[in-house]
């Protein structure tokens, strides 16, 4: 038999666990990727279920437990206690525990049946979506606009949106934890979701299925505007994006130095891999550099050679929030990270198999830079949530 000193150790030891467990819990206070935080109707709906299920479960928890410490101490052993009866049990007891837990299974049955039911729901007027994985990114598709982006997925607040959801690859999964719940892509099978943003924000996405060496890296964004900011980027990206500069580009911010480790856990790049402060690109000259060495990858409306479909299209991609399917900032630096040795940041991205240190230059990597930054629709970022 314990002795009271070891189990009362024991219980400390407990409490430090579960009070470490509740504090490493609460840890994120912008709460990024919160389901608990919910500015779409599917989340909502998906909110709604957990709430009352996750009350019951704490008071099963708490009868259970408290019944068993009960137990434990009102029946622990004493000095000189004789060996106690043995009983077989009791039937009526036993029927109830049996009974009681599958009434609570099937109520939570019925409540998720109906919270699916309600989510499967697709409105017929709803703005319809593309949404393709690739190893590691998403592909957007506006069928009706003609419009074909990545990275980032612009969706209009109060109108129902419904997700075509395709793999061409390996299964992902589609999550968007503040506006709707993961759905899977796999490949040979179409898979729909349909929601609506209540809120107007940048919501963060990612693949929630493990898909290959870059998994943890094959993020997304939701930027969810106005009804009239939304009209006005599609009307954008049905538009031919202003002709490439011949003037110089200093670029939005300075590179830093070449010391700077633009990811923190990858190296930095080798001494004198680039030079000076600013891009000193040139757009017209970058756009002649997509053309030879982007191009058959790659698509940007306003290059006619530029119709590859192998890699995301990037028409505007001086307007979109990251780099590299969600893992960088979209700056300057990052930028020049990614076309010097995109390997060293996504590790097995097809495009490092091409591009490597040394398959374009210093300039060119600078021309490049300023060709594509310099394409702006200059439509206002709502607040990231």
């Known amino acids: 038999m314990p002795s009271r000193r070891s189990i009362w150790r024991a219980v400390q030891v407990s409490g430090v666990l579960i009070a470490g467990a509740l504090a490493l819990a609460a840890c994120g206070a912008d709460k990024p990727m919160s389901t608990l935080d919910t500015h779409g109707t599917h989340a909502e709906n998906i909110l709604a279920l957990l709430t009352p299920i996750a009350w019951a479960a704490l008071a099963v928890f708490v009868v259970v437990e408290g ?11 004493r000095k000189n206690d004789a060996m106690p009866a ?13 009974i009681a837990p599958a009434l609570i299974v099937l109520v939570i049955a019925v409540l998720t049946f109906r919270t699916q039911a309600v989510n499967s729901r697709m409105d017929p007027t709803a703005l319809r979506i593309q949404a393709v994985g690739h190893q590691w990114w998403f592909e957007f598709k506006y069928p009706d606009q003609s419009i074909v ?66 998994h943890a890296l094959m993020r997304f964004r939701v930027i969810a505007v106005q009804p009239d900011v939304f009209d006005r980027w599609i009307a954008a990206h049905t538009s031919t994006p202003a002709a490439a500069s011949t003037q110089p580009y200093a670029g939005p911010e300075a590179f830093p ?36 060495k982007c191009a058959v990858c790659h698509m940007i409306n306003d290059n006619p050679k530029a119709k590859g ?23 300057s630096g990052n930028l020049y990270s990614w076309l010097y040795d995109p390997s060293m940041i996504k590790p097995g991205n097809i495009m490092g198999g091409t591009v490597k240190p040394g398959y ?26």
């Not at 019944?67 to 052993?77: E, H, M, N, T």
């Not at 043995?86 to 049996?98: P, S």
């Not at 929601?195 to 693949?207: D, I, M």
Request: proline content about 6%; hydrophobic content about 35%.
């Open 67 to 77: 019944i068993l410490v009960y137990a434990i101490w009102k029946f622990r052993a």
């Open 257 to 292: 130095n070449t010391q700077e480790k633009y990811v923190p856990h990858m190296p930095a790049f080798p001494q004198g891999a680039y030079t000076g402060v600013g891009t000193g690109g040139v757009a017209s000259n970058g756009y002649t550099v997509f053309e030879k």
């Open 149 to 214: 982006t990545s990275g980032d997925l612009y969706i209009p607040v109060g109108r129902d949106v419904t997700v075509q959801l395709d793999g061409v690859d390996v299964i992902h999964n589609f999550w968007i934890p503040k506006l709707a719940g993961k759905t899977y892509m796999i490949p040979g099978n179409t898979n729909y979701l349909s929601f609506k943003a209540t809120n107007e924000g940048v919501y963060r996405g990612q693949c929630a299925e493990f898909c290959g060496e870059a």
């Open 86 to 98: 043995q009983i077989h049990g009791n039937t009526t007891i036993e029927i109830a525990w049996t």
């Open 360 to 385: 374009l230059t210093d300039q060119e990597i600078k021309d490049l830079i300023a060709y594509l930054e310099g394409q702006k629709t200059n439509i206002p970022l709502p607040q990231a949530r």
């Open 309 to 331: 479909v192998t890699g995301p299209n990037l028409t505007y991609l001086g307007d979109r929030t990251t780099l590299a399917a969600g893992l960088l900032p979209n700056n």
